[in-house]
């Protein structure tokens, strides 16, 4: 089955330091791979997505590149704020049958950034 | 602002009772997910609607059910309900095609049950 495992948390960074979270995957077919974020008493939102090998997602300074070789889509950034702190979540999605779409999510990793 | 609307935002009920939770997916969404946050399972994927039929079905207990109605929108409902269900339910909704798997979250459903 499909599975996505990511760096455990709590990470702790100081303002202006560089992000990288840790994130593998194990997927039947050709998954899209997806970074998402949750910040403190809100849903997820969608922070970046890949959908093909070598393929870069980048928002809000945060990127992540789609490895198929090594099956993993580490989430970066050169330069946290204190504003980036929160959970983030890695997830991959197949489509096993037509208009079927599911999500699989890594545990999550918070991260908190201090001034 | 997803777009995405769920009520109610907490609930807190009794082990053994009956609750439903509601979603209004994105306008022109096709497609309701249903998900449950909790502290030891993670993010679990619950089910799938797609323009009124069940599509998919992930680790949903069969004390669960949902439905989705020709408005659109979806309901939870859960029954003889357990300490262990208490979690957030999140609704997520997609386009209907052409896309490549993202979703769009609610801010969730919190469900106490004591």
């Known amino acids: 089955g499909n599975s996505v495992t990511q760096m455990e948390g709590p990470v702790t960074l100081s303002e202006e330091a560089f992000l990288t979270i840790n994130c593998t995957y194990t997927?039947?077919?050709?998954?899209?791979l997806f970074w998402y974020v949750q910040y403190p008493g809100e849903g997820l939102q969608l922070l970046l997505k890949?959908?093909?090998?070598?393929d870069k997602g980048s928002n809000k300074g945060f990127e992540a590149t789609y490895r198929k070789e090594t099956t993993s889509f580490h989430l970066e950034k050169g330069s946290v704020q204190v504003s980036d702190s929160a959970v983030y979540f890695c997830?991959?999605?197949?489509?096993?049958?037509?208009?079927?779409?599911?999500?699989?999510f890594g545990k999550g990793t918070k991260l908190s950034v201090i001034p | 602002d997803s777009g995405v609307t769920q009520t109610p935002k907490h609930l807190i009920t009794a082990t053994g009772q009956r609750v439903t939770l509601r979603c209004s997916p994105r306008?022109?969404?096709?497609?309701v997910y249903w998900y449950q946050q909790s502290l030891d399972q993670g993010l679990q994927f619950l089910i799938q609607?797609?323009?009124?039929?069940?599509?998919a079905k992930g680790n949903i207990l069969e004390r669960f059910s949902a439905q989705q109605f020709p408005d659109l929108h979806s309901e939870l409902n859960l029954s003889s309900l357990e300490l262990g269900d208490s979690a957030l339910y999140f609704c997520?909704?997609?386009?209907?095609?052409?896309?490549?798997?993202?979703?769009?979250f609610g801010p969730g459903t919190r469900l106490t049950v004591t």
């Open positions: 306008s022109g969404d096709l497609s």
């Open positions: 997927a039947t077919g050709y998954p899209s």
């Open positions: 890949a959908t093909k090998a070598d």
């Open positions: 997520a909704s997609s386009p209907s095609d052409r896309y490549l798997g993202e979703q769009y």
């Open positions: 609607y797609y323009n009124g039929e069940e599509r």
């Open positions: 997830a991959l999605s197949t489509a096993p049958g037509a208009g079927s779409y599911q999500l699989t």
